[in-house]
């Protein structure tokens, strides 16, 4: 009799074991499980009906290799940066002019070697500029898209007047841009930091020390070619390239001979391109002929 009472309390003891550690098992496989998202095709063109610009966008990918975003999802831009996508008319303009006609198609004709080799894969339009932190916070220019290998993002679409001054000037700021990148990818080089060490201006870029604004001319004394390009290298290499887009071959030697620091620096940056396939003098001639066949 008693040993049928311990047999019967150890076979309860087992069995609330046994349960204990199924419902244990069971808890830990439910918590556990891990939900697996749908592979993200970074390739993926949109899906349902085309419109014009989609179209557009297809044929330039197709024709040299870069796809074109006006719409947006986090996939494409983090949710922690504030912007707003471009007006559709915008976009489209911007895509037909500034993409195809006054940078993809004049590279390919011209330097094709530095388009294969050097061109982003990813261009974004954004209607108004990239701001951090909040939709209020300063303007980027979309600067904080473009230090990436693969991607070249250009804000203010939306307020970009499409007449021949305003888009040949638009182009000197994209190839600022892109200057970022290849600046990212290759370095400028320890020997063009070396040339204005100690003399940047930093935050006082747009003020002199006697509280008067700082002007072009004040900053290429001062071996830059812009009182931006005084607020550090990086700046100070970006608008290198965008001035020699800016600017004729002529004028550009006016202004380096202002000071040795600043044709040292002028030439570090036009030997740069020359060797990954652009010549920046010839492109700046393309930049103004071709600008002027556009219709408007």
């Given at each position: 009799m008693l040993n049928d009472m311990i047999?019967?309390?150890?076979?309860?003891?087992?069995?609330?074991?046994?349960?204990?550690?199924?419902?244990?098992?069971?808890?830990?496989?439910?918590?556990?499980?891990?939900?697996?998202?749908?592979?993200?095709?970074?390739?993926?063109?949109?899906?349902?009906?085309?419109?014009?610009?989609?179209?557009?966008?297809?044929?330039?990918?197709k024709n040299y290799g870069v796809r074109v975003f006006y719409e947006f999802n986090p996939r494409i831009i983090d949710p922690t940066t504030f912007y707003v996508p471009a007006q559709y008319d915008k976009a489209k303009l911007y895509?037909?002019?500034?993409?195809?006609?006054?940078?993809?198609?004049?590279?390919?004709?011209?330097?094709?070697?530095?388009?294969?080799?050097?061109?982003?894969?990813?261009?974004?339009?954004?209607g108004t500029y990239v701001h951090?932190?909040?939709?209020?916070?300063?303007?980027?220019?979309?600067?904080?898209?473009?230090?990436?290998?693969?991607?070249?993002?250009?804000?203010?679409?939306?307020?970009?007047?499409?007449?021949?001054?305003?888009?040949?000037?638009?182009?000197?700021?994209?190839?600022?841009?892109?200057?970022?990148?290849?600046?990212?990818?290759f370095g400028r080089s320890y020997a063009y930091d070396r040339v204005s060490q100690g003399s940047y201006y930093q935050l006082n870029y747009l003020t002199k020390p006697n509280g008067q604004r700082r002007t072009d001319n004040d900053a290429q004394i001062d071996g830059f070619f812009?009182?931006?390009?005084?607020?550090?290298?990086?700046?100070?290499?970006?608008?290198?390239?965008?001035?020699?887009?800016?600017?004729?071959r002529a004028e550009i030697q006016t202004i380096v001979a202002k000071n040795p620091k600043l044709a040292t620096k002028y030439q570090i940056v036009y030997k740069f391109y020359l060797d990954k396939g652009i010549d920046l003098h010839q492109m700046h001639d393309i930049l103004d002929q071709v600008t002027s066949t556009l219709p408007f």
């Open positions: 047999m019967k309390k150890i076979y309860i003891l087992v069995l609330a074991v046994v349960l204990a550690s199924s419902a244990f098992i069971t808890g830990c496989k439910k918590d556990t499980t891990i939900a697996i998202d749908e592979p993200i095709d970074y390739l993926s063109v949109k899906k349902g009906k085309w419109n014009g610009l989609d179209s557009l966008t297809d044929s330039l990918f895509t037909k002019y500034v993409i195809e006609k006054l940078w993809l198609e004049p590279l390919k004709k011209n330097f094709p070697k530095f388009l294969s080799d050097q061109k982003p894969i990813e261009f974004l339009i954004l951090f932190n909040s939709i209020s916070s300063g303007l980027a220019a979309g600067a904080g898209l473009n230090g990436q290998f693969y991607r070249l993002g250009m804000g203010g679409a939306d307020g970009l007047a499409f007449t021949k001054a305003s888009l040949r000037d638009h182009m000197c700021t994209l190839y600022h841009e892109h200057a970022h990148q290849l600046d990212q990818k812009t009182p931006y390009g005084g607020f550090a290298p990086e700046e100070d290499f970006a608008t290198s390239v965008e001035s020699m887009i800016r600017y004729t």
